[in-house]
């Protein structure tokens, strides 16, 4: 009879020792963090950049839409000023940054290179993540952020290879995106913006940072004041009024040749008609090709743009193409200015009639699969368990222990 009872405690602690095992698998892969996001195998330089007026860290004081900003803190800080309203001769209620750009002067017109770019809170996407990078660990995109409520705040890379004149040819199939820098919390690959989750949280919140303007810093420039800031403002931005060269405009460009010098003014670079616009058009994004860096549009210097929603020349810019704030545009300095679509919306993944460009950018790039795989935000390579999940194994384990000991004293009695 002993042994009968000795088999069965036996094959009890057997079976509760699997039990056990089965619940640790069970918490540790369902438990995780509901942000847990991994950060980018290589990630792309820290960029510059700017908040709308409207983001919940600009309404709080804690910057200005006027600010060019950088990262320099752990989160939750907010973000440093790198560049202040003061030091562009702005500041005043209703001055606001529309796009930011250096001088690129060594950025040759044939380079092979991705589009990084930002979108506004309406934004939402046109194609769920590309399934090659989501099977390889990196599975966001615009569509997924927008569901999430959390795009504004990020930047994302084009999944086609561009130069300065177009689309190249030989891409791969697809048009999409991917996730390169996260509103808040990846590893470091973010902008300190809120709301503050992560990448991969699907708790969607009421309020989102707009990520207006940015610029891709070099290593020296880190922490450093910039030279040669290029920028766009705002329609109705009252800084306008006191630059003179052309009559204020949102699709002006203006440049400060030094911000870090007071006794320097800032000036026009290229005046909306410079660019083939009209005054009452609204820059939304732009890069800047400044080939000389001398600050004046001649020569071969060039402008990649986008255009706010409602701009008048939405859709006249290239003939028989109805325009789209998600489009890019580029225009080349000359007597009879004109500009040409480049990039359309559904190139990058992108709807045409819902999203909007807020930020543009680019990076060196000649294989845009190995690009998205190295730059772009990954799944969590070691899920963490929860409270929730380590409460869960505590109880398992006591209950187990319980029911071991109440079988061992059934056994010995």
Known sequence: MKAANSITYDR??????????????ICMTFSQRAD?????????????????????????????????????????????????????QMGQPGDEIDALSTS????????????????????????????????????????????KNQASGDQFMSLQLFSRQGQLPGNRAGNNNTQTYNNYNQGGTDFNAEPPVGSASAARRASQDNVIAMVRSSADQLNLPIS???????????????????APSGANIYIHPDP?????????????????????DDIN????????????FDGTD??????????????????????????VYS?????????????????????????????????????????????GIRTDEAPAVSQWGLAVLALVILCAGTVLSTRRKRHLS
């Open 104 to 147: 690129n002067e060594t950025v040759a017109s044939t380079a092979s290179i991705i589009l990084l770019f930002s979108v506004d809170r309406n934004s939402v996407g046109s194609v769920p993540p590309d399934a090659a990078l989501f099977a390889n660990r990196v599975p966001y995109n615009v569509q997924d952020q927008a569901l």
């Open 12 to 25: 009890s602690i057997l079976l509760m020792s699997k039990t056990v095992l089965a619940m640790m698998v």
């Open 331 to 375: 225009v080349t300095a000359g007597a009879a200015p004109t500009a040409t679509m480049i990039a359309s919306a559904a190139a990058l993944g992108l709807a045409a009639a819902t999203d909007n460009i807020d930020a543009l950018d680019y990076s060196p790039c000649t294989d845009v699969d190995f690009c998205a795989e190295q730059h």
């Open 260 to 280: 870090t010098d007071i006794a320097i003014a800032p000036r026009v670079f290229a005046s909306s008609a410079d660019l083939g616009l009209v005054p009452t």
């Open 302 to 327: 060039q402008v990649i743009f986008s255009l706010t929603p409602g701009s008048p020349s939405l859709g006249t810019l290239d003939v028989g193409i109805a325009g789209s704030p998600a489009d």
């Open 228 to 246: 040669g800031v290029y920028y766009s403002l705002i329609a109705n931005s009252p800084a306008m009024q006191n630059i003179p060269g052309a």
């Open 285 to 296: 994004s732009m890069i800047v090709f400044d080939e000389n860096a001398n600050g004046l």
């Open 36 to 88: 847990a996001a991994g950060k980018p195998l290589d990630p792309l330089t820290p960029p510059f950049y700017a908040f709308d007026s409207q983001s919940p860290t600009a309404l709080r004081g804690d910057v200005a839409p006027c600010d060019v900003l950088f990262k320099e803190f752990p989160n939750p800080a907010p973000p440093s000023v790198l560049v202040s309203c003061q030091q562009l």
